[in-house]
């Protein structure tokens, strides 16, 4: 079946420790983006990747990376700057047409928790 | 930049029964998109329905439609016919023109949590 797989869906890490998210699609989408989920304040913008070898900022990417090496791979490090990493990720993608309605595709998340 | 307010964090509706979410959004952009996306249990975030701006005709989606107030900038959800698979975090959401800076960006609110009561 066609879609977008996050592992893993739950990781646990230490302070100071950099962890990466994985996000892999299978639907040929040139879009794809990720989103940091908190409690009460919806999900907001880390990075987005609009080609392969490209990406942008979105509202909160300092303490994170990303790469687009690949069409259906947009990894995300959560780097130790991150000073507030517990969060929920989502991860998703859409084909250039539908960025232009809105309509993206979600993976399923992934939990970070920061002992 | 585009803001977007639900006043709801959370609502409750009986089975069978009609409800509305509300949502109201701020953009300085004359062309823009609206969504709502609901969040099961599953995580799994899902587009329930989506309102051009340019379009004064209000989306409608089988038992889910919108009350598109431009004017107003308000964008509200109903929900016809309550079903327990509705139980959901509902998102509204707006996204800019393609030619602003913010195309292809999503600016979500903070959801509403809606309960169906059987």
């Known amino acids: 079946d066609g879609g977008i797989t996050q592992s893993p869906k739950y990781l646990f890490r230490k302070e100071g420790q950099n962890v990466t998210l994985s996000c892999e699609q299978n639907?040929?989408?040139?879009?794809m983006y990720w989103y940091r989920q908190d409690p009460g304040q919806g999900l907001r913008l880390i990075y987005y990747?609009?080609?392969?070898?490209?990406?942008q900022k979105g509202d909160i990417a300092e303490g994170y990376s990303v790469s687009r090496e690949k069409k259906e791979s947009f990894p995300l490090t959560v780097t130790s700057a991150q000073k507030n990493p517990t969060a929920f990720y989502l991860c998703?993608?859409?084909?250039?047409?539908?960025?232009?309605?809105?309509?993206?595709?979600f993976g399923e998340g992934s939990r970070l928790t920061v002992l | 930049a585009q803001t977007v307010t639900q006043s709801q964090p959370e609502m409750s509706v009986q089975e069978a029964e009609t409800v509305t979410l509300s949502c109201t959004y701020d953009?300085?952009?004359?062309?823009?998109?609206l969504f709502w996306y609901k969040q099961p249990p599953s995580r799994q975030m899902i587009l329930v329905i989506r309102?051009?701006?340019?379009?004064?005709q209000n989306a409608t989606e089988n038992r889910f439609s919108v009350n598109f107030q431009k004017a107003a900038k308000s964008f509200s959800l109903k929900i016809s016919d309550s079903q327990l698979g509705d139980a959901a975090m509902y998102f509204c959401?707006?996204?800019?023109?393609?030619?602003?800076?913010?195309?292809?960006?999503?600016?979500f609110g903070s959801g509403t949590q809606l309960t169906v009561l059987p």
């Open positions: 959401a707006s996204m800019g023109p393609i030619s602003s800076g913010s195309a292809r960006q999503l600016t």
């Open positions: 309102q051009e701006a340019y379009k004064q």
């Open positions: 998703a993608s859409s084909i250039a047409e539908a960025a232009r309605t809105g309509e993206l595709f």
């Open positions: 639907l040929n989408h040139d879009a």
């Open positions: 990747s609009q080609i392969v070898n490209d990406f």
């Open positions: 953009t300085s952009e004359s062309d823009y998109y």
